[in-house]
């Protein structure tokens, strides 16, 4: 005993060493903030040469070019240095201005010959020569200049200032005014709030490829409708209102126009009744500079058209036209190739998004990729070698990698064979590619890859600091069938300390929305409150519904003028299924989700009350004609064509079913699901007499962050302590 007395004395040091820390919410609040170790992160790709074998990269405050072939970094210039030498503007208080997070303003870029690059920093703009680092200041003004773009011939410099477009000449630093009329209601090449959130619409303007001409959208916001928002913070309230059309409600008017780099007359094109009528979901300009073309959907999104109009004349004509009977996913541009004779885009034509070729003048049509799976990205095109480059989901829905075909649909080719769900930074000619790919039980990892898929090197090496700093608990993936018999698969993640026999709470984490992935992914996930929850002591559950992406348009469509029916019903398929598997508590089970989940768990304590005991719904939509026209019309039809569907999915007239713990969570300054939708429900459930839980922010933004979002998932925490335990 004596012996056996010394050797675990000797052990314990080692094992007091090896043991893991609980992962509670204090934990996932410093790993968010950067307080506790993250992990060291090679820097990615912030911009990507012409000819796609070199890259910009941002590291330690130095901008440095990366050249793949060498696997070695040059440093060009300290970013630090850029960002004090432009000019700030006084801070001014002033009303928000509600842009949208989905505007994708223009970076880094290189010039068409390599030798550039434009950088933005700190509100003006800089040139720096890539080989030698040397820069010149071509802005130095008090407003910032906003979406720069470089001509494609590397001689001038457009931007936006305001709501007006401009061009700098570089040789001459001589700026030209292309537009006057610009204010907040009439943005010449800047975007309203709802097209960039629902069409992933980034920009809204674009250099001709002779460099001749300039296309952008002036979208004339002034009847869109009014959202009275208030920043309640000050000693007085201040008036911060947003446009932001509702189902049913005026969009923007938008058209396009065409300018020269020195000013002038502005050529109009005429693309019908957007207000009302028509979206333009796309745009740019056709090979050869002589014609533009616009990507037009009509306003409930089930029919697209591709029209080309001459730029000097403005006649029209049809390239192609395609409808859906339910709606139309537009998941990408055109991307013409370099002979000027064709285009590729990706459709659901089929049923699964694939990628197809199309002539110039759209009447050849091929199909280049096949079969019950998605293309869920063109990552680049080699015409040198004959090659696209795509990633898809075919070697397993719940993972993506990364292929190549041949322009003409032949010899398929799988570059990516590591299992796992792999994230492509890849050039313009694929000549070089970063992957990173991870699955469930393996942190991310980035390999440095040539056009063929063979591997050069570790660019970043997998972190596994997280898993052996803390107890994190595996996750498993459990199939299910749906109330309609559709196979579906739920996120499993067991307690920590989970004991064969016990019964345990439940919580269940719900989105469940259409146009996004579906939740069960073969792929590394931050450590969230799914992990915090496990180690609490409750089974945390997520199930795929019917009304996701990625399985096809049918799995999509199901959901059609009537949100929340079939969704709610596969959610309780999935719980029923998770109690027959001997360890869940029927008796204590508790559902939480935002935005669509929030939505979804509202939809939930009122029509599924024998399922779940209680649940915190954060943003929720509460009628759908609270919410944004492009969005809810896609999926809902318009008001006046489903006024049925829109009644039955509204939740406050349900208010009085709530038998039921619930807690709702919203920003009373949400610029995307509106606070509106919550304050008409607490009104319902105060009418009908109900008890409920509310925690009210004051943020701006759909989400909770910051030291506020600790506080609202401590208050989730608690609420499911009370109510579940």
């Known amino acids: 005993m004596l012996r056996l007395a010394v050797f675990a004395l000797a052990l314990a040091p080692l094992l007091v060493q090896a043991q893991k820390q ?90 068409s010959s390599g030798a550039e690059i434009l950088y933005p920093a700190g509100g003006d703009l800089f040139l720096i020569q890539v080989a030698t680092g040397k820069w010149q200041q071509l802005t130095k003004t008090a407003q910032e200049e906003e979406d720069a773009k470089l001509s494609p011939d590397g001689k001038m410099a457009a931007f936006r200032r305001d709501w007006d477009l401009y061009v700098l000449e570089i040789s001459t630093g001589k700026e030209t005014r292309l537009t006057s009329d610009g204010s907040d209601t009439l ?94 979901a796309r745009a740019g300009w056709m090979p050869g500079s002589r014609a533009v073309y616009v990507l037009r959907m009509n306003r409930v999104q089930n029919a697209l058209e591709m029209i080309s ?117 890849m050039g313009p000619s694929g000549a070089f590619h970063l992957d990173t790919y991870s699955t469930m039980k393996t942190p991310p990892r980035t390999l440095l890859r040539a056009w063929d898929g063979a591997e050069l090197g570790v660019y970043r090496e997998a972190d596994r600091a997280l898993w052996d700093e803390y107890e994190l608990q595996p996750v498993e993936v459990v199939p299910f069938k749906g109330a309609d018999g559709t196979e579906l698969s739920g996120r499993l993640i067991r307690p920590a300390g989970f004991q064969s026999g016990k019964k345990y709470p439940v919580i269940v984490l719900v989105y469940g929305g259409p146009g996004v992935d579906l939740p069960v992914k073969d792929a590394w996930a931050a450590a969230g409150m799914d992990q915090v929850y496990a180690n609490a002591g409750y089974v945390v559950w997520q199930a795929e519904n019917r009304g996701g992406q990625g399985r096809g348009h049918a799995f999509e469509t199901s959901i059609f003028r009537q949100l929340g029916k079939v969704e709610l019903a596969d959610q309780v398929a999935g719980v029923k299924h998770l109690i027959s598997m001997g360890f869940a508590d029927a008796a204590r089970v508790g559902i939480t989700g935002s935005s669509y989940g929030g939505f979804m768990t509202l939809n939930a304590m009122l029509e599924a009350q024998d399922v779940f005991r209680c649940g915190v719904a ?64 607490i009104d319902a459930l105060q009418q009908a007499g109900k008890v409920f839980g509310m925690m009210l922010y004051p943020q701006k933004t759909h989400a909770v962050t910051g030291p506020a979002g600790k506080q609202m998932n401590a208050s989730a925490l608690e609420f499911f302590g009370r109510c579940l335990k």
């Open 22 to 111: 609980p992962y509670s919410l204090d934990a996932m609040t410093d790993l968010q903030s950067g307080v506790a170790r993250s992990g060291a992160a090679a820097p990615m790709p912030a911009a990507w040469g012409p000819d796609g074998r070199s890259f910009l990269i941002r590291r330690d405050g130095t901008l440095a070019i990366y050249d793949p072939a060498a696997r070695r970094a040059r440093d060009l210039v300290s970013a630090s240095e850029l960002e004090g030498a432009a000019v700030r503007a006084e801070a001014l208080e002033q009303p928000y201005g509600w842009e949208n997070r989905r505007v994708r303003a223009a970076g880094p870029q290189f010039s």
């Open 187 to 280: 943005r010449n090449g800047g975007l309203d709030w709802v097209y960039p959130e629902e069409l992933e619409l980034g920009t809204a303007y674009w250099w001709s490829p002779d460099s001749k001409s300039i296309a952008f959208l002036q979208f004339d916001t002034s009847r869109e409708p009014l959202v009275p928002h208030a920043d309640l913070l000050g000693e007085r309230a201040r008036y911060e209102p947003q446009r932001y059309p509702q189902a049913g409600e005026n969009n923007a008017m938008v058209r396009m126009g065409i300018v020269g780099p020195a000013g002038g007359a502005i050529r109009w094109v005429d693309a019908g009744d957007t207000r009302n009528l028509y979206l333009i």
């Open 309 to 425: 109009f001459d730029a000097a004349t403005g006649d029209s004509r049809q390239i192609f036209r395609e409808t859906d009977p339910y709606w139309i996913n537009l998941a990408d541009d055109i991307l013409f190739l370099k002979d000027g004779q064709r285009f590729l885009r990706t459709s659901e034509r089929d049923g699964y998004r694939h990628i197809y070729s199309y002539s110039i003048d759209g009447k050849n049509v091929k199909q280049l990729t096949r079969g019950d799976w998605e293309v869920t990205a063109i990552n680049a095109v080699d015409e040198e070698r004959g090659r696209i480059f795509y990633t898809s989901n075919e070697g397993g829905r719940i993972g993506r990698r990364l292929y190549s075909i041949k322009l003409d649909g032949s010899d398929k080719r799988l570059l990516t064979p590591e299992a796992g769900t792999h994230a492509v930074a």
């Open 618 to 681: 954060g943003a929720p939509v509460t009628n759908w004609l609270n919410y944004d026209s492009i969005y809810t019309e896609r999926y809902m039809g318009l008001p006046a064509d489903n006024a049925k569907g829109y009644r039955d999915t509204a939740l406050p007239p349900k208010a009085a079913y709530l038998k039921r713990d619930l807690m709702i969570v919203h920003n009373y300054e949400d610029d995307n699901v509106l606070f509106q939708n919550t304050m008409q429900m």
